[in-house]
């Protein structure tokens, strides 16, 4: 990957549209603009140009914007050409660009790639550009612009700045034996170290929900064969995703749709019928899929027929399914329509009347939304959460280290673990994984 090439890429969705825009970035831009438009509009303006090819032929007319290094989207010269979005104009004014000498095609991400290395965003805002394009729910648009407009970035810069403080104060004993300090700079800075040790531990005790947001919460559906489970799927999903059957064992993999509730994504997934007696070998591995589905499940819906009160099973344990039995499940009673339910506490629902329906979809979107709330901006990765870790585990090392070079190298060690968040710090080892799921034109 060459930074000093001028770089394009159709930002916009492929396919046949009104409008395409490609975007290109580089120290080509000028001269790009002068040999397909007759030259770069005035800064920031939308000026409508005609766009020839190397004969000097029209082959469309569009409008043109230029953005000057370095107030561009990059940091660089930028350059966008909103076209007729016709296939044989875009591949016109592609060949035209790779025709120009030192340009080439974007690579996925390149162009936030650029952003960050020029300094126009750290790594959590790059992140969060990526995050806002594959958004499919209001909220997880609504995190994801947050993080981008910097919350996230600024609370581990908050950290990182009273860090690099303290660190400071503590190398000050060890670099100054001499000077006329005060006593005890060191272990005057612990309260101050223990602080932060403990706001890092709240941002991780936050129960996974940024992480689950911007995943979706996964909500698992059992219960014994035959309650009625993959119809309930199909009714939510509102369209025939798993084979229903009076025959039990007809479900023997686990079947997922993703639906939006109030903005939040879920993840509902159809599980085989658990039963204690054994079945065939393929209903067997239905049933040890379905548990580990549970078990892993943000939520269990237990679904049980009201005409079959052997159903009943009110708790994840009850069907063998490991982990928290102490976590709290939602009850279903179907057919509900034909008799009533022999247990207090369950939802009466009719998947063939639809009645109850509403009322099953309002409580899951009132217990998906709990399980993602929250003020404080919250951790959205895996990578985030490990540096965090990193962080705290250094903290409390440097509370109790016996020699203030070993404090002092362990508030080194916290700094540059929170700096790998943001790009603070050398992060090169971990660019290719932060941009390598970008779209092309990002």
């Not at 609370?155 to 100054?176: G, Q, S």
Request: hydrophobic fraction near 45%; glycine fraction near 10%; aromatic fraction near 4%.
């Amino acid at each position: 990957m060459d930074a000093t090439d001028t770089i394009y890429a159709l930002a916009s969705a492929p396919g046949r549209a009104g409008v395409a825009v490609v975007r290109v970035s580089g120290p080509q831009c000028r001269a790009l603009a002068e040999a397909v438009a007759g030259g770069p509009p005035a800064p920031r303006q939308a000026v409508l140009r005609s766009l020839r090819d190397a004969g000097g032929a029209v082959f469309d007319r569009a409008l043109v914007l230029f953005f000057p290094a370095p107030a561009s989207y990059t940091g660089e010269d930028v350059l966008e050409f909103h076209i007729h979005g016709g296939r044989a104009v875009l591949a016109q004014l592609l060949d035209r660009l790779a025709d120009l000498d030192h340009t080439r095609p974007a690579e996925p991400g390149e162009f936030s790639r650029r952003a960050f290395l020029n300094g126009r965003l750290d790594l959590t805002e790059a992140e969060a550009i990526a995050d806002l394009v594959d958004a499919e729910t209001t909220a997880q648009a609504r995190q994801a612009l947050r993080q981008m407009s910097g919350a996230l970035g600024a609370l581990y810069d908050d950290w990182r700045a009273r860090l690099v403080r303290a660190l400071a104060h503590a190398e000050a004993d060890l670099d100054f034996p001499d000077e006329d300090l005060p006593d005890g700079v060191a272990e005057a800075i612990g309260p101050e170290i223990r602080a932060m040790a403990a706001e890092m531990q709240r941002h991780l005790d936050d129960g996974g929900r940024g992480e689950r947001l911007r995943h979706g919460v996964e909500v698992a559906i059992i219960g014994a064969p035959n309650v009625g489970k993959s119809s309930l799927l199909n009714a939510l999903a509102r369209r025939d995703v798993a084979i229903v059957s009076d025959t039990a064992g007809t479900t023997r993999d686990v079947l997922e749709v993703h639906l939006d509730l109030g903005g939040v994504p879920v993840i509902l997934a159809d599980t085989a019928g658990l039963r204690d007696t054994a079945g065939d070998a393929i209903e067997d591995e239905g049933m040890r899929r379905a548990r580990l589905r549970a078990e892993r499940a943000d939520l269990v819906l237990i679904m049980a027929d009201c005409t079959a009160p052997e159903s009943f099973r009110g708790d994840p344990a009850s069907f063998g399914i490991p982990g928290d039995t102490t976590r709290s499940a939602i009850t279903v009673a179907n057919k509900c329509d034909l008799a009533a339910a022999p247990a207090e506490g369950w939802l009466p629902v009719s998947v063939r009347t639809g009645e109850g329906v509403s009322d099953l979809l309002a409580r899951l979107s009132e217990r998906a939304g709990v399980m993602v709330s929250g003020e404080a901006p919250a951790i959205t990765r895996a990578r985030h959460r490990q540096a965090v870790l990193e962080a705290v585990g250094a903290l409390d090392r440097a509370l109790t280290a016996i020699l203030p070079e070993l404090m002092a190298e362990d508030l080194r060690l916290a700094v540059r673990a929170l700096g790998r968040i943001t790009g603070r710090v050398d992060v090169e080892d971990i660019l290719d994984v932060v941009f390598r799921d970008f779209c092309i034109g990002k």
